[in-house]
């Protein structure tokens, strides 16, 4: 019964930690759009947009990972909603410290650039455009206590991602098909490569999951 209740508690703890993430983020995508327009002349708020673009990836990340080891621990756990995905991947207290130290770390340095977005006057203008097409600001939804239903990353990483997935299907695509017609039986190994908290777990799992991929091995 005590081990129940110190999951439970470590459930919330970080549950509430992912929350405080979620609206720290959203409060900060909506000054994006003013921030993009404004970085082209200013150094200060180019590396103020990175920065805050970093964490959002990493808090994709992090969410991924979550994803994962709840899978190991339950197969079923990826279909019975986002609270029960956290229960599971939180049973493992080596993984529930690590996750829970990099959000802390994480909501930290969204305390610190949430202070510094002070200085630069922003315009809440509730759209966000990454590449010259003006588009809506995209919702970047993480569990909280009330939330349920599948863990929603989209918007986290934006046009970016998606760019890199299909770039990446068709180099793969290409590889395949060349190694088929040759028929020399070689294995292509692709790697994805880069500092920690850029996407690298939601590209792999993206090119995955693509319906092209996954018609090729069949």
């Known amino acids: 019964m005590e081990v129940g209740k110190e999951e439970v508690s470590l459930l919330l703890g970080v549950s509430g930690e992912i929350n405080r993430m979620r609206v720290r983020l959203q409060d900060l995508r909506n000054f994006l759009t003013d921030a993009d327009r404004r970085r082209i002349t200013d150094n200060s708020v180019q590396g103020w947009v990175t920065e805050l673009k970093g964490v959002m990836y990493e808090a994709t990340d992090i969410l991924d990972l979550c994803q994962l080891k709840a899978m190991e621990q339950s197969p079923l756990a990826s279909q019975k909603g986002c609270f029960n995905q956290l229960f599971s991947c939180l049973r493992s207290p080596l993984f529930t410290h690590d996750i829970s130290s990099r959000i802390k770390v994480l ?18 203008l509730g759209s966000y455009d990454d590449h010259g097409g003006k588009v809506h600001a995209s919702h970047v939804a993480f569990p909280s206590r009330e939330t ?7 918007g986290v990483v934006g046009e970016k991602i998606e760019q890199d997935t299909r770039k990446l ?15 020399d039986g ?27 991929i996954q018609k090729s091995h069949h």
């Open 148 to 154: 349920s239903g599948e863990l929603d990353r989209s």
């Open 186 to 212: 070689k294995v292509m190994v692709f790697a994805i490569v880069g500092v920690g908290g850029i996407g690298k777990t939601t590209l792999a799992r993206k090119v995955f999951n693509d319906e092209a």
């Open 169 to 183: 299907v068709e180099i793969m695509l290409t590889g395949i098909k060349g190694g088929t017609s040759h028929g």
């Open 107 to 124: 909501n930290q340095r969204l305390d610190n650039i949430k202070e510094r977005s002070a200085a630069f006057s922003f315009i809440n």
